[in-house]
């Protein structure tokens, strides 16, 4: 626990001075009681002493004193609070290898059902973007509240050749960051399209310059990256990771299939598919999120639980002075309420 005035603490001092005080008066009282012990009428008036139930109200009163002296210091505590995750990219793979078998029914179905199945568990408030990529990267549905127009649009997803991983992250960011200028021909051509002559070319839009953040210090938005397999084209990854670290946005990466791959064949031709779980490890932990495996469709499923309840609550570090206040209001209420009902005054 941390404190925004933390010279306030020294008031704490205070509340011995409190308890030698209170001490004193009872010393002092029983010192009165003393004179009259010969007086056996006023003995037997005064009958059995309240015994422990005297304390209590002082004790209670000064805890109260104890809260508000350290809610005025304004402290800040790490507490668990409902997220401001505003928007959530899900990037996913639709490459060739993504029909593999080792995942039932295959890769491809068992991300589609489990996406559908995370987007159900969302709040309703939190908008939502689908980037499907192969050999390029595309924006199939750009960030919506319609969960409808979403299960539509990764029921649509037609697999291609190849794998641009890191292309797939930098649309993510463009979609979330219009106005940074990212420059997206620099997708296209690391993906193998040709550039246009310098005739046609229209004038580049200049990138706008942004001053980077502590990375997973955005809480808006986030990226959800899957894919089986390993890069092939497109931009390199971590470059991409990089781009989006320094935007404080969080890639979270699941991995499906497996580590050591599979051959598959399609209209004539074979590829070895492999999961490249370093570099997915790499691009969680340059944004400061979390890597996950899905080696099943029910290990799928489980992940998307995970990353719902990870993205609907966040630890945050946040002042709690009105909690503390509100304890101290509630000590003195019960001091000065238990000191009425046996004393039949207040302290």
């Given amino acids: 626990m941390t404190f925004l005035w933390p010279q306030f603490l020294w008031l704490l001092l205070a509340l011995p001075l409190l308890v030698a005080l209170y001490l004193w008066l009872l010393h002092r009282r029983k010192a009165v009681a003393l004179n009259y ?88 408030q939190v908008r939502v973007g689908i980037v499907a990529f192969a050999g390029t990267a595309q924006v199939v549905q750009p960030p919506t509240l319609s969960r409808e127009d979403l299960v539509a649009a990764i029921d649509k997803f037609q697999m291609q050749r190849a794998t641009a991983i890191g292309s797939a992250i930098v649309i993510s960011l463009a979609e979330l960051f219009p106005d940074q200028g990212i420059d997206l021909d620099t997708v296209a051509y690391a993906s193998g399209r040709p550039r246009p002559m310098a005739i046609d070319a229209a004038p580049k839009k200049p990138e706008k310059e942004f001053t980077p953040v502590a990375p997973g210090s955005y809480s808006s938005a986030a990226i959800i990256l899957l894919t089986d397999g390993q890069r092939t084209t497109g931009v390199d990854t971590l470059e991409a990771a990089k781009m989006a670290a320094d935007r404080g946005v969080r890639i979270y990466t699941v991995g499906i299939g497996t580590v050591d791959g599979e051959t598959i064949g399609f209209e004539g031709w074979s590829m070895r598919v492999r999961l490249d779980e370093e570099t997915l490890k790499k691009v969680a932990l340059q944004t400061q999120a979390e890597y996950f495996y899905a080696g099943t469709a029910e290990n799928l499923k489980k992940v998307y639980e995970k990353l719902s309840s990870r993205l609907t609550v966040e630890k945050k570090e946040t002042e709690i002075s009105g909690l503390l206040a509100l304890a101290a209001a509630m000590l003195a209420l019960l001091s000065a309420g238990l000191s009425l009902l046996w004393f039949n005054r207040i302290l």
């Fill in 37 to 124: 012990a010969s007086l056996s009428l006023v003995r037997e008036a005064l009958g059995k002493g309240p015994g422990l139930r005297r304390h209590i109200p002082p004790v209670l009163f000064l805890l109260a004193l104890a809260a508000m002296l350290v809610a005025a210091a304004r402290p800040l505590a790490v507490v668990t609070l409902p997220s401001q995750q505003e928007t959530i990219i899900l990037a996913m793979d639709v490459s060739g290898s993504m029909r593999a078998t080792d995942v039932k029914p295959n890769r491809l179905v068992a991300s589609q059902n489990a996406a559908k199945a995370f987007l159900a568990e969302l709040p309703r």
